[in-house]
C-alpha cells in the first residue's frame, strides 16, 4: 500500500500562508509566501488554529484569539488557547527543554553509612573508622544509577549513632548552604527529615 503524497490545496498548487485554503482529508505541506501573515486552520468545532510568524510573537500573541501558536526566540512554544467559560488563557507549551515535572519512584535506599554495600555509592569524602560520618568533612554520593536528566530530588535523610548534639547540611553542589537538613541536641537520638534540594548540573550531590 503506497503513502499519500504531500496535499496541495489545488491540483497543482502549494499551501500559501494567508490565503484559504482546502485540502480536504489529504495530508497537507504548509509553505508560506513571505508575507509574514498569520495561518489560520478552521476548526468547526472550536477554536481555529492559529500559526503567527516568529517576528510578531510580542506583543499581538499575547492579546491574540484562542487557538494562537508562536514559537519565540527561546524556541518555546507560545499557546492562547480558550477556556470552557469563555475568554482565553495564555501560556508556554510543556516541552523537555525548560518545563520539569516530579516522578514518582519506590522509595530506595541510597546510603546507609553502617552497611558496606551502601556506602559504594560514596564517591569523594571519608568515614570514620566505624562507618559515621565526620565532622566538617563532607561526602559525595553518586546518583547516577538512580537518576537521569534530574535537577532536584526529594527524600528523607535518618541520623542514628550521634555522639552529642549537631546538625546535617544535604546539598548539591557548590559551597554548603548555612541552613541545615536535621538537627539533633544529644546522643543517642534516632532523628529523620524530609529533604528537597537540587542536584549537581554534572556528576554526583554532594551531603555533609
Known amino acids: 500500500m503506497a503513502l499519500p503524497g504531500a496535499a496541495q490545496a489545488a491540483p497543482g498548487d502549494n499551501l500559501i500562508m494567508g490565503t484559504t485554503n482546502d485540502a480536504g482529508p489529504a495530508t497537507t505541506t504548509l509553505t508560506s509566501d513571505g508575507g509574514g501573515a498569520a495561518l489560520v486552520l478552521t476548526n468547526p468545532a472550536g477554536a481555529p488554529l492559529r500559526?503567527?510568524?516568529?517576528?510578531?510573537?510580542?506583543?499581538?500573541?499575547?492579546?491574540?484569539?484562542?487557538?494562537?501558536?508562536?514559537?519565540?526566540?527561546?524556541?518555546?512554544?507560545?499557546?492562547?488557547?480558550?477556556?470552557?467559560?469563555?475568554?482565553?488563557?495564555?501560556?508556554?507549551?510543556?516541552?523537555?527543554?525548560?518545563a520539569t515535572t516530579s516522578v514518582a519512584v519506590p522509595p530506595t535506599r541510597v546510603l546507609d553509612t553502617r552497611d558496606v554495600n551502601l556506602r559504594r555509592n560514596i564517591v569523594s569524602g571519608s568515614l570514620d573508622s566505624l562507618g559515621r560520618l565526620q565532622s566538617g568533612v563532607p561526602v559525595v554520593v553518586a546518583l547516577d544509577s538512580y537518576v537521569r536528566d534530574g535537577y532536584a530530588i526529594k527524600g528523607n535523610v535518618t541520623v542514628v549513632g550521634m555522639t552529642g548534639g549537631g546538625v546535617l547540611t544535604v546539598w548539591g553542589s557548590g559551597a554548603k548552604p548555612t541552613a541545615s537538613t536535621v538537627n539533633w541536641w544529644t546522643s543517642g537520638q534516632i532523628l529523620s527529615n524530609f529533604l528537597f534540594t537540587e542536584l549537581a548540573r554534572a556528576g554526583p550531590t554532594a551531603a555533609c
Open 51 to 98: 500559526l503567527v510568524p516568529s517576528d510578531t510573537l510580542y506583543p499581538q500573541v499575547l492579546e491574540s484569539e484562542a487557538g494562537t501558536l508562536a514559537v519565540d526566540n527561546q524556541g518555546d512554544l507560545f499557546v492562547q488557547g480558550g477556556i470552557p467559560n469563555g475568554g482565553e488563557f495564555s501560556g508556554w507549551a510543556w516541552t523537555s527543554e525548560w
